[in-house]
């Protein structure tokens, strides 16, 4: 069963950066998107931004113009970019990748705790 590696989070001040990686332990095959969903304590998981196979990016609109996205097709990885990071972008961020088979594949998980 193929696992999706994230690395990158931790603490930092507000207005700081912060850049997450996820690499699956495998090879995926027929990828379709590759995206960040984001958990506060309380809060459903919601999407913070996508990346489809052909490059179309979707973003959340409380990161519109802080976060990046952007994805290494050779190597099946994508990185989240951070900056300008305030207090509510507090959460557990998960990297999960969908294959145009329907699969789903999820992240365990990197703490992103931003500080005020």
């Known amino acids: 069963q193929v696992q999706l590696v994230e690395s990158g989070g931790g603490l930092v001040q507000a207005g700081g950066s912060l850049k997450l990686s996820c690499a699956p332990s495998g090879r995926i095959f027929l990828i379709n998107s590759m995206g960040w969903y984001r958990q506060a304590p309380g809060n459903e998981r919601e999407l913070v931004a996508r990346i489809i196979s052909d490059g179309t990016t979707i973003y959340a609109d409380s990161v519109k113009g802080r976060f990046t996205i952007s994805r290494d097709n050779a190597k099946n990885t994508v990185t989240l970019e951070m900056n300008s990071l305030k207090p509510e972008d507090t959460a557990i961020y998960y990297c999960?990748?969908?294959?145009?088979?329907?699969?789903?594949?999820w992240g365990q998980g990197t703490q992103v705790t931003v500080s005020s």
């Open positions: 999960r990748i969908t294959t145009r088979g329907s699969l789903a594949f």
